[in-house]
């Protein structure tokens, strides 16, 4: 056979069949992109619209050409937030009744979105949208966001054609766990160079929609940009911090109320609403000393801080969709995931990673740090009291079900798609009416089936009329919520709720009744006026909990989190890491916590070679095993404090094995060895009791912020081939701790 003929078979053969590439999906016509912004732990009254006077005229202009939602509620947490948004279904519903942290074996506890689920960007993807997420995920359990996977709850795996972001709850904003689609990276910049990862979180927002508009400019985008604001830790440039000082120097209880003034002045609120009491637990500004004021403004000026650092980039991106001529026709959504955290406690702190690792931060060393609060050297985060006045005028805070804890703000623009501007909306809404509102919208529905997998029911209920008619009912009836046994529930402008006290029997929680509609904060109980309407509230309330998998009710902190650590690495005790291998999360990392154990490193050292040989943390905590001036150091982190081991002798070049072994008893004990011979040591009274760090590990390199006082990434010169770490059975957890550290973390 002639090349030509066979040329020509070829031809015919595929001109008789199916085409191999095939065409892209196509869209309804006139479908809008869909920009979403979610905020973290941002409360209801912190945007500039809601009567704040943080300075965020970007989402107020959108608010100014849109719709605020007054009625907008959430789960009180972020991974249930996230898991409610991205499925129009309830959390428990889903598996994700609390945190993507553990699973806990039940249907309603699993830590994943269940594949039953699809998500908004799978459901778009499917109708021809380009689908992208940037930012926190944090809707998948940390023990499979290491290399291996598996990947089906990452963002790819759950309909975004492409991700960068942080899989975890949180991450340091000057030196991130940063990932790109399926592959941990190191972070473009650092904090030298001005970096901070909002800013970089746009840079790939804007270059993710110039990508799409140059290869499909005829194709809608969905973009969901989840920022790490303003999530602890609050890091912002300075300058913008220190801006805020005279703002907030009044303190929170006159901030509370300048803020009500505000929200009744912008119709946020009703007239007649009344601020409720303090929370419990948090005093009187005035009750503070000059020295705490001080310490809680410069706080709170940190939060405040980044949000308004958000905002600016944020106008970027909006800038860009305008120059880029698609801004009108993108209907743009702005909320929080939660209310504002408490995770602070009473007095806040510098750098969190301490006081979980029993080194505390009385206030005179608070004071003597302030000026590193909000920098790469701070893992802080705001006194309750500011958190208190972050949810104004609604009481308690995220975790709990109380209007703090799950009414949140939410703008929605869309300049070609919603005559209304500036105008305000007070229908309830729930984070599971999200999805059907955006489906609604955009005129499709959900379909019945995604990837061979039959889809559950959506639960939630559209509120798009609500757009367009300001008086229409909401549809939604009844709304349970429930958080670590806090419960609630609203049906027809009624709420019922229950704040329980960790470990206390359910049945002793006390049920408050308030009438919404005529009670905003919450401030009237009627529970003793109308005891046949709580009840039958509360009976919803079980109804709802069967139908929903909320049960068995489960309000553990600790043993969860402990629970969870021994499923995932079991009875493992050594970890060997060869050469090469990337960078690894701090949940799939060697658990050196409350333990001895033994780190030691296969070298070939030359003259001079030096470099970290294993480093696992950042600047505010972790540990770290390295060569310089010809000898062996080990440095502990803890909250910033660095105790440094050395060893008593050169190290001779040759192939060598470099290691420290670490005793616990009353304190540590730390012994470095060479070949195995004790070469140094070194007693203290700090370990990691409950974290090591919410930053990951390296071999070879310290990746992020130095965890020892080297200019990172202090790559190893030498010839490093592996690294292995070798753990006792010794360890002894303290469940209760570790909650309220990994708390603090969400």
Known sequence: MTISSATAKIGRTLADSVPYWPERVKPPKGSPNVLVVLFDDVGFSDFGCYGSPIKTPTIDALAAEGLRYTGFHTTAMCSTTRA???TGRNHHSVGMGCLANFDSGVPGYRGKIAREAGTLPEMLRAEGYGTY????????????????????GWPLGRGFNRYYGFMDAETDHYSPELVRDNTPIDAPGHFPDGYHLTADLVDESIRFVADHIADA??????????????HAPHQAPKEIIESYDAVFADGWDVERERR????????????????????????PWADHSPDEQRVFTRLQSAFAGMLDHADRQLARLVSFLEE?????????????????????????????????????EPMPEKLANIENIGGPDSHSNFPHGWAMASNTPLRRYKQNTHGGGIRDPLVISWKNGIAARGETRDQFAHASDFTPTLLDMLGLTSPDVIAGVPQMPIEGVSFATSITDPAAPSKASPQYFEMFGHRGLWKDGWKAVAFHPPGAPFDGDRWELYHLDADFSETQDLAEQEPERLKALVDEWWTQAE???????????????????????GHRKTFVFHKGMGHLPGDCAPDVRSRSYFIEADVNLGEGDEGVLIAHGDATSGYSLFVRDGLLHHTLNVGGLRTTVSSDQQIAPGRRKLGVRVIQDDGRHF???????????????????????WSGLDIGRDRGSAVGDYAHPFTFTGALRTVTVTMDADQDLDGDAIGEAEMARQ
């Open 260 to 283: 009500l003034e505000r929200q009744k002045a912008l119709g946020i609120v009703p007239p007649e609403t009344q601020m409720p009491p303090r929370n419990d637990g948090v005093k």
């Open 217 to 230: 400019p005829d194709q809608p985008w969905l973009l969901w940009l989840a920022l790490g604001a303003c």
């Open 547 to 569: 139908r929903c998998n909320v049960l068995p009710l489960d309000d553990r902190f600790g043993p969860r989190f402990a629970e969870n650590a021994l499923r995932h690495q």
């Open 84 to 86: 409610a948004l991205l």
């Open 324 to 360: 880029a001529g698609v801004k009108d026709d993108t209907l743009i959504l702005v909320l929080s995931d939660n209310g504002a955290s408490q995770e602070g406690g009473p007095l806040g702190f510098v750098n969190a990673m301490g006081p979980y690792n029993m080194k505390f």
């Open 671 to 693: 012994t470095l060895t060479i070949d195995g011979q004790p070469a140094g040591e070194l007693s203290t009274h700090l370990g990691f009791m409950t974290l090591i760090s």
């Open 133 to 152: 997420m940037v930012g926190k995920w944090h809707a998948t359990p940390l023990s499979q966001v290491g290399a291996r996977g598996p990947f089906d």
